[in-house]
């Protein structure tokens, strides 16, 4: 909350900077000469400026007559004031005197105690459970009010690009699940009650401080498909600050460039030329025959039955395609804690895909075959698969995972994958622990499957011998194809 002395301050110094932006304004040259452009943003020596085709430039300030040069600078310490004023309800160091977008991601995390969750080259991102991870839990806050979870995402500059905080939402809240495989042997309560209470003191506090620091919200659509909803927006520095509440769902915070806002949240598609040669060089190939794709970003579901929502949001960034769980968990209407319809999840990103003038496969299968799933992984497209997460399955990955780091002769090392395969090729299949993870590699010498678990770090590459995963293989295959 500010302090009342600054809460006047700001006041008058956002009237100053919304009065300035409510229009274009037209500058002059020292010349006399007329700059016909809309302000974006300004600092100490220059003015950014948007043309009416889009395109921004830098003008420097002793360019300029002295009365705009006057104004400019009346707009300078004014956002000083306010990026001060923004960190104060902000309760930690999210801005600076350069805009968000111009910071490199890692100091942001760094402001946020945010640890990194993908480090795949050009997909970077961190993410915080912060009502369950660190110091007291729910003694975190952004903007007043207590993130389940915050996300945030680098550009491939790595610099800041988008912020995401989940407030009060029915997949964290309440549920007693644990992290990574724990998730299956401890329980899911349901929502409490009051979700709906929580979610309304969350968006209640946050708005209440953003309009304290900024002013007024504007309100408008944004996203799209069945993700598309109706948000609070404040602007400041070439960011737009989104507050949204959807019933029964969540309370989300979005930091989006302010461009995208004003598009409604519609990005642009990446090339195919592009997305094809970057997953052709994603495929690794190693000399004792692991075929495995790299760069693949990870999203981890935290304590909640998010695996699909998760899975689906990696696969659709891989592919060039900007993806959320939360949104994704929304039109797959999981359920309190977890649990999501495939069926209704699938569609919806068969929409977006095709948007994005992308393919879906589906294949549904009795047995897993190395070769068809080679074609696949030889073409940089991970396999979203369908299987039970169960504790014999799960060890294997484990030990197994860790003892191939360290061995020397791969000859001995194929033998003792066989002698596992042999076991569980006959042993009857065991439906429970209803997951869906990634099939990103295989190595037919030793008839290995390497896998990926939306689980965190810990879980991003997993080795199980091939019988061991048909042994749990749950039938289905899905692919997004470029």
């Known amino acids: 909350m500010l302090q009342p002395k600054m809460s006047r301050i700001l006041l008058a110094l956002t009237a100053l900077t919304l009065a300035a932006q409510a229009k274009p304004r037209n500058l002059v040259d020292k010349e006399g000469r007329e700059i016909v452009a809309d302000i974006v943003s300004v600092s100490a020596d220059a003015v950014k400026m948007k043309r009416s085709d889009g395109k921004t430039f830098d ?19 004014a956002d000083l004031q306010r990026y001060k004023a923004l960190n104060e309800v902000a309760g930690h160091e999210l801005f600076s005197e350069k805009s968000f977008l111009e910071r490199p991601a890692g100091e942001v995390a760094a402001a946020l105690k945010m640890p990194a969750e993908s480090r795949a080259d050009g997909l970077l991102s961190w993410r915080l459970y912060a ?6 839990p729910g003694s975190y806050r952004l903007f007043g009010a207590m993130p389940f979870s915050i996300a945030l995402y680098a550009g491939p500059d790595g610099k800041a690009h988008q912020l995401s905080a989940v407030y009060a939402n029915k997949g964290d809240f309440g549920s007693t699940a644990g992290f990574g495989e724990q998730h ?6 349901g929502a409490p009650a009051d979700l709906s209470e929580a979610m309304e003191r969350d968006f209640d506090t946050i708005s209440k401080n953003l309009t304290e620091a900024l002013g007024d919200a504007t ?30 769902e969540f309370v989300t915070l979005s930091i989006v460039p302010a461009e995208l806002a004003d598009s409604g949240g519609k990005t642009v598609r990446v090339d195919d030329t592009s997305l094809k040669a970057r997953l052709e060089t994603s495929v690794k190939r190693e000399a004792n025959g692991d075929v495995l794709i790299t760069g693949i970003p990870m999203v981890d579901q935290g304590p909640k039955g998010y695996c699909v929502p998760a899975t689906f949001e990696r696969a659709m960034r891989f592919m060039g395609i900007d993806a959320d769980m939360y949104l994704l968990a929304m039109v797959g209407q999981s359920s309190a804690g977890g649990g999501t319809s495939p069926t209704l999840l699938i569609e919806e990103v068969k929409s977006q895909v095709y948007r994005k003038a992308r393919r879906t496969r589906e294949d549904q ?9 080679a074609r696949y992984i030889d073409k940089g497209t991970p396999v979203m698969w369908t299987m039970y ?11 197994n995972t860790a003892e191939r780091a360290q061995v020397t002769s791969w000859d001995q090392w194929k033998e003792k994958i066989a002698s596992q395969s042999e076991i569980y090729a006959k042993r009857e299949p065991r439906p429970g622990n209803y997951h869906i993870c990634m099939i990103i590699g295989y190595n037919s010498e030793t008839n290995e ?34």
């Open 219 to 248: 309100k408008q659509r944004f996203g799209e498909g069945k993700s598309r909803r109706t948000v609070q927006r404040w602007d400041w520095n070439e960011v737009a600050i989104l507050l949204a509440m959807e019933d029964e």
């Open 365 to 373: 299968t009795d047995k897993l075959a190395i070769g068809k799933l």
């Open 59 to 77: 003008l420097p300030l002793d360019r300029l007559s002295d009365n705009d040069r006057g104004f400019l600078l009346e707009l300078y310490f």
């Open 389 to 399: 997460s169960l504790p014999d399955y799960n060890e294997i990955a484990n030990t």
């Open 449 to 482: 499957l390497a896998v990926s678990d939306s689980w965190g770090s810990r879980y991003e590459l997993r080795w199980v011998p091939f019988e061991v995963a048909n042994w749990v293989h749950g039938g289905g295959l899905f692919m997004i194809m470029p």
């Open 131 to 136: 009502a369950l991870r660190g110091g007291k």
């Open 184 to 189: 299956f042997t401890e329980s899911e309560g």
